[in-house]
């Protein structure tokens, strides 16, 4: 069995990776699972590259094993495609995503059709014990909505709107959402990476 830390403590980030990744030889654990919650990361990176680096760095250099973590955000090209790198702290770390999605539709109330352009962009780094860094990106292009819309998911997904599938992300199941998603994405990019490697 291969132990896995993801240097977060968003469970709902957990539990898309193991729906993702379903493997009996591989174990996922949460810095919660491990008892490394307290452990300070500094995300000062510009890009999602640099942050998912930082994070995965910083649990590896304490635990010696295998480590992912990801940086993952929101682009809206209406905002020069903010909140970008800063999705989670956007309006403050403590804001409900009811109201950083509420201000981001008034932001674009004078936008329409393809100037509500925006993706989810989702980088996955893996730093093995010997420090050896992957990275991986997958994103999913959309458009923001006018109102919020859907039950499922979790952060931006209720106006993150989906064209093609005529609703947002927060409207899919888990099972279409992890299919087609940024995390999903890049996670199945990382473990054909690392399927050489485990």
């Given at each position: 069995?291969?132990?896995?830390?993801?240097?977060?403590?968003?469970?709902?980030?957990?539990?898309?990776?193991?729906?993702?990744?379903?493997?009996?030889?591989?174990?996922?654990?949460?810095?919660?699972?491990?008892?490394?919650?307290?452990?300070?990361?500094?995300?000062?990176?510009?890009t999602?590259?640099?942050?998912?680096?930082?994070?995965?760095?910083?649990?590896?250099?304490?635990?010696?094993?295998?480590?992912?973590?990801?940086?993952?955000?929101?682009?809206?090209?209406?905002?020069?495609?903010?909140?970008?790198?800063?999705?989670?702290?956007?309006?403050?770390?403590?804001?409900p995503?009811?109201?950083?999605?509420?201000?981001?539709?008034?932001?674009?109330?004078?936008?329409?059709?393809?100037?509500?352009?925006?993706r989810?962009?989702?980088?996955?780094?893996?730093?093995?014990?010997?420090?050896?860094?992957?990275?991986?990106?997958?994103?999913?292009?959309?458009?923001?909505?006018?109102?919020?819309?859907?039950?499922?998911?979790?952060?931006?997904?209720?106006?993150?709107?989906?064209?093609?599938?005529?609703?947002?992300?927060?409207?899919?199941?888990?099972?279409?959402?992890?299919?087609?998603?940024?995390?999903?994405?890049?996670?199945?990019?990382?473990?054909?990476k690392?399927?050489?490697?485990l």
């Amino acid at each position: 069995m291969t132990k896995i830390i993801v240097a977060t403590g968003n469970e709902n980030k957990m539990k898309e990776i193991r729906q993702i990744i379903k493997r009996d030889d591989i174990q996922f654990v949460s810095l919660k699972d491990e008892g490394l919650s307290d452990v300070e990361i500094v995300e000062d990176g510009d890009t999602f590259e640099e942050n998912a680096i930082i994070k995965a760095k910083t649990i590896a250099d304490i635990t010696g094993t295998i480590v992912i973590a990801d940086d993952s955000g929101l682009e809206v090209d209406y905002l020069d495609k903010a909140p970008g790198v800063y999705s989670a702290r956007y309006m403050g770390e403590d804001t409900p995503y009811t109201v950083k999605n509420n201000h981001i539709i008034e932001l674009l109330k004078d936008a329409r059709g393809v100037e509500r352009s925006a993706r989810f962009v989702c980088v996955i780094a893996c730093v093995m014990p010997d420090g050896n860094v992957i990275t991986t990106r997958g994103t999913i292009e959309g458009q923001i909505g006018y109102e919020e819309k859907g039950e499922n998911g979790f952060g931006y997904d209720p106006i993150f709107y989906l064209p093609e599938k005529g609703c947002t992300t927060a409207e899919l199941s888990p099972e279409d959402k992890n299919e087609i998603s940024h995390r999903g994405r890049a996670l199945t990019a990382m473990y054909k990476k690392l399927e050489g490697v485990l």
